[in-house]
């Protein structure tokens, strides 16, 4: 039984196994045959959807092509309107200022009193309206429409070809418009010439509603920085395939490049301004400006100076710049001179014209010649001398003046970039700097870059001005001969001579100037016995210069030493010079000499003459006691100094050398003291002071002759005489005139009365007048009514004449 049923139950099992394998196969069926469906319904959706997305696409393309054309059109537009608004606002522009220079400014002259520095307000104003309007006729030259793609080309081309132009005349008006402003602001000081100009500036301009000036003289710093802004919104709106896009381009940048040239020239401009300025202040208001900050500053540049003196630091050296700034200092001292050379010329020019020769009695032989002498006299006084005064005055001192005037800018510039190079370089090793030193820095660094750029174009333009000065005065002495042989020549062809030949006028010249140097030689010889015949004095007369004027003043320092007159071959008379009895010399170059090497007393005249100041003499005193005779040398020539611890000394003066060297070694700068400052000067400039030993004139000493014949020799009552070698001479001092004292400083004088001199000068160093000894008494005399003469000849047992 179990195994049928076991075969019944494998069956249905079998049975139930071939059902389920016949589902699945016809689900599987069913699920292809639905989804075959599905493929071809999607198909059909797939046809049916496709065309509408390509029209889609279509659309989308022609939308984005209608958006890029309405882009280029309005990139269009927008450069046109830039173009239009650039030439558009430069007519406006020109036309403002031309209303501003011309109109507001004559009606602005008008005024009463006018209102001062105007013209400064306008200046450089022309070079910008000139450029300006260059630029427009350039364009308008071109006529061709703004929307042509050539006019942006030629707006470019035109601006670039005038970017040089424009570049020189905004960066002058720029630098020099804060005058502009200050000046307003002093006119707007004024309330009531404030009221006036304001009512001219809005009659002037009803349409512009302005009221000031500054209304309009602003207006080239706002257009300068307007170029570049309207250049490059061209260019934003410019596509880059464009044939002017590359020259729209460096324009572009030439207009930004030419705002920034003009920013750093203004910014030159302005430091220079700051530090040129001279100011004369007084003792209270330096010491009014001081602070400790200023103090430690100071401070601080002077040990960094003394470290750079001593070695102790390295200088920072710029040879480029000390160049110039030799060359500088050179030219400004040889136009110095040359001003000081004209000004002394001008003036012996005017004392020449006040002469009058003509109203003299010349005794000239014949009439013709002493007539023609006048008129030719006259003539050169009131024609060709005034004529050639006003022109030097034009032509070549009114130059040299304005020149040396500005040459005092760059010399303080110079002496103030060494102040900052001092502060430089302490803080030059710093890595890190703060916000003061690092202005302290930029400072330092603008003067430098100034000065290296400026001072050679300085020092050109100057001796270019120096050379057609030079030139111009050449010039009118020429002019002045042509003048002067023409006007000769008219008088000289009346005379008997002009008629001669060649041969025989040279011999006719020949023959009148023998004779007049023989006419010459009799009267020199007649001189020399004049003077070497005995002094007389009758009554009533005096002794001194010729034709009663006062005599020589009262030489400081006299030479003992007597030899028998013979002459000197240095254009002194022999015998004497004023009242002075001199003996024969030898000339060695520089003093004349005798067989005994002694100077010559009419060579010595001029050194007594030229003695030494009170201050002088001070100075000689302190710097003989400090540092010794020896080392006493005097200054053969004026020094200016142009280094560091050079000293600027005057011709004459005297120091006491303290090295023969400087503290680099070099032998040519010698270290000097000149009586409380210490300094440097040229070697060459030093020549070893030889100071003359001389003795004080005594009324008492006599002197036994040496010449042949009798001497009579002064004597004095109630004094034994005294006996000298015979090669010593006795001077004495006189009054020369008679003096009636006015004061109880002064003391009375009888003409040719002895007298003792105890000072040439008065208290406070006035050589005018003497403290003088006579009858016991002392006072004070004019120092110019006392002579000196040699005791022999002029003792008062001689009269005199």
Known sequence: MFVPILQSNLLFILDSSAMANSLKVNVILTLEEENGEQTEEAKEMDDTVGEPAEEEEEERKARAAAEEAAARERAAQRQLMAIEELVHTERNYLKNLQLCTVTIHNNLQKLQPSPPHLDSMFQHIDEVMDVSSRLLSLLDHAQIQHSNPKYLEILCNSFLSLSRDIEMAYKEYLANYNNITSLENSYKQKESLWAEMVNIIKSSAPEVNASTLSFFLVMPVQRIARYPLLLQTMQKHTDPGHPAYSVLEHTAHTAVQINCRINEYKRFREVADKYKKTENLTIRDKINRLSGHSIAKKTARFSQYIKHETGMVPKLKDEEFDALAGFFFVLEKGISELHDNMVAYLYHLQRFLSCRPEEADLDLEGEKAALFSKEITVALRQWIYPTYEERLKTLVLKPLSSLRELMAGPRNLIRKRQDKLLDYELIEEKSSLTYEEQAIANTYKTMNTLLLTELPQFNGKALQILWATLEAFSCLQRDMAVDMEQLATSFTHQLSHSYLEAGEFWKWAEISVLEASRRMENLCQSFQEELNAPIVQLPGTVTGGPRGRPASPIPRRVVRRWVEPTGCRRGFPGGMVGSTFLPAWRDNGTHCRNESGDSCR???????????????????????????????????????????????????ELVAVVSQMDTRGDRRRWLVDGGGLRGYVPASKLTRYHQMTVDPPSPHLNVTPTGPGPRRHSYTSGVQPLVIKPTMPCFQVFAGYGFTARSGHEISLKAGEPVQVVEPHDRRGNQEWSLVEVRGQRGYVPSNYLAVLPSLIASPTFTYR
């Open 602 to 652: 009419m060579c010595a005249a001029s050194h007594l003459a030229r003695a030494l100041s009170p201050v002088s003499e001070r100075r000689l005193t302190t710097l003989t006691l400090k540092h010794g005779s020896e080392k006493i040398y005097q200054l053969t020539g004026p020094v200016v100094g142009t280094r560091d611890l050079d000293l600027t000394l005057n011709k004459g």
